[in-house]
């Protein structure tokens, strides 16, 4: 396994200082992972793991057979960027989190096949029936604009309620719901209202990047726990004031949460008073297995339920919805008050509509089976292509799978992902889903979304993989041979 | 001038807790200010205080010439509500300042005219405008649904880049604007980013509630300083990390801050390292009045400029935005990202839209006649069925103002408020906008909008308001003799 430790995390200091500083310039070629590795008296690994983090970040970029380079457009960025002594002054404690979080990919153009996860096709959309729903919400206005509740319209709750409890199994009031903008606010939102600086969280590993960030820039202290198939390894559960699941598919590697760890989750949480954040991300989307019901239908006191309009209408509208424990339905309704009033009312008219006519479940009943079908080309194409040398995972639900790339090293993933790109294809590493505390998986893997494409599309991203991978032979061998 | 002192606190968490308890119930009478005050050895003014601060909170109400009683719905509500005991477990520190703040005031059904502030007539809405721009960018989706910029739209922030500078000289990059849900969540971003728990913020006294409730929240501790005719007595000023001001009308005294009073506030930012926010609610109204440019413009380094949708198309739609100091722009930008991704995007096609053809404009000067047409109505029937009793400020901008009852004592609002009530008409009083730890005022005032209402409602609320006054005799001698 590949350990981000102390060493690395000096190593990712001291260069992110370099750049900032001017000595290292944008377009500059940085030593070989060798070289500097012999400088520092590291381990290659560890150098590796320290280019890899600062690739990740932004820092970096590589191409293949090339050295890595120092990203274009540092130079008006780093002026604003984390030195310490570049800081705004007077930012607070909160602020000054944020900072430090690693910056976020940006996506990059890819000719041929994107397969950036959590993107929708635009083709998808329910143009019609959203743009009915959305014009009957116009002319419907009140003869007074007034703010609305702040946990969301009383008849989209409503709505949602019948429709959380055909869909998912949850029985709850519609006081218990507030709409929000998106899961990512519902996050900060428990983040806020549930964690205090210093206070532990447990988050899977690998895991969802947004909701760790959420939580450690309120101030929590990530408490990261591996993950199996069976999802939650709760067995190594420790006290903390609220952990974070995906127990449905976990993300990102697709494990559904067994009925005993589902069992121990809830004890523990019952036992040590902490609150469980469930994150049911794409819990629409079944491919080969049976429903599960979530976890808040076992522990409704305990569990904040999160759940998404991103991945069935689109991530643009901005659109999610809490279940909370009635105990809490006050704080968090003032909370969202506070934070923003309330989530627009159009939309929320428009979404009432469409959850009230039907026409809801029907697009999502069309839309999975555009996935189901996007999912049988793309597995269809890895098993063509790579056959036994591919080990797919998560592919039971969902919008996405992870590929792990057998026998070639992670080393190998930014080189991969460079020569992927260079060639008209999108492709995103796991290794930046880990803990940046915790080991690091020691083979290639790739998370790969499939939602935003059409056949074609995946089939082609499928072979221009393929024939880059075969035309740079990477392998662990070297690798092996090297250390 | 009736002072909220530690008496009037003891008493209100004494009624609370009788009715958390259940002691008093939905309904029961309370004793009398003349008693209660003899029971606690208080005065009659510090009773009359709680119970005005109470009826503000919702835990009782009052009815004209009748002793007031305990609200109903207390019963189901009592489970959840403040007493510490009742508090939900592992909440954090931010949620516990959350719910000890004052509960908002819910909107009453008035059968006449409701005076409520904040509230647009739906006739206003630009509802063919709106609903072809929106149409247009639902149409228009891109092939691929991601994630847009945390900061909003390039497009929208283009347009508004233009659009500030025409309408309100403000000169900016529109990388320095990001689009929020509304100015609320412009503040309460403020508030995370500028704000350490026990950090003392500036900030208007009366002033606007929701800004001093994101500060508090987030742990800050008011400075509330005076205003008079020229705005922020900023002679008073002391050191503080933040000062929220309006200066373009002040909330909801209605006094412009004057020159020489921006440049001390600005010099103090300064000289302190602090930040300014300006909320510049109602810029787009002025009557009798030249235009102000805004403070943003003599101090784009040291203030946050607060704009918002809310008073030209609706609250509603949950649309705002900031201009923010260069410095300042990567950790508003991430803060944003990480509490709610992005605005949402079909409303900001929509409002880019409306923005670059000029549609936007063009409504702005047609809401501006007719609220100037429902302000001229307004004082006018003021003038006719009052007179000199009563004196109105704050008339020169925006869209509502402040009535001072002349002769009638502080005490009497509530009593006033009820009456009015009854004869349905709804009317919201000035007290609650003061610090609750300071001085309030002696006479009688209420914050009367009228941008929601017609030309009959404007004229009849008057009308039924006069009856009102004149029938219950509300006045000051009485209340003089009786100290």
Redesign the interface.
Known sequence: MVQLDGVARRIIAAIKEQIHSGAYRPGDRLPSTRVFAAEWGASRTTVTAAYGQLIAEGYLIVRPGARAIVAPGLEA?SV??SAPSDL????????RR??A?PA?LE?QPARIA?F?Y????????P?LA??RA??KA??Q????????DPQGASHLRGALQGYLWRARGISCAPDQIVI???S??GL?LCA?????PG?RFVIENPGYP?AR??FV??GGVALPLAVDSDGLRTDLLQPA?MAYVTPSHQFPLGGVLSASRRRSLLAWAAGT???IVEDDYDGEYRHDIAPIPPLQVLGPDSVIYVGTLSKTL??????GYLVV?V?????FS??K???????????QEALADLLSSGAYERHVRTIRRKNAERREILLQALTDHFGPKVTVVGADTGLHVVAWMDGIDAEHELAIIGAARAAGVGLYPVSPLYDPTEPRPETAGFIIGYA?LDAEALRRGATVLAAVLAEHQFGSAQVHGDR
């Open positions: 960025a604003e960027m705004p002054r007077n930012l607070s404690a909160f602020a944020l900072l979080l976020p996506p994107d950036r959590g993107e929708l096709a635009g083709s998808d959309f143009v959203w743009r959305s014009n116009i002319l206005r009140s003869v007074r604009l007034r703010y609305g929000v903008n998106g990512q606010q900060d806020r209202l549930l964690l205090d206070d947004m960030h959420a820039a309120a004031r008073g902490a609150y689109s991530p643009t509208l901005r659109l424990p105990g809490l339905r006050q704080v003032e909370a008050r506070l934070t923003d009033r309330h989530a627009p009312m159009l939309e935003g």
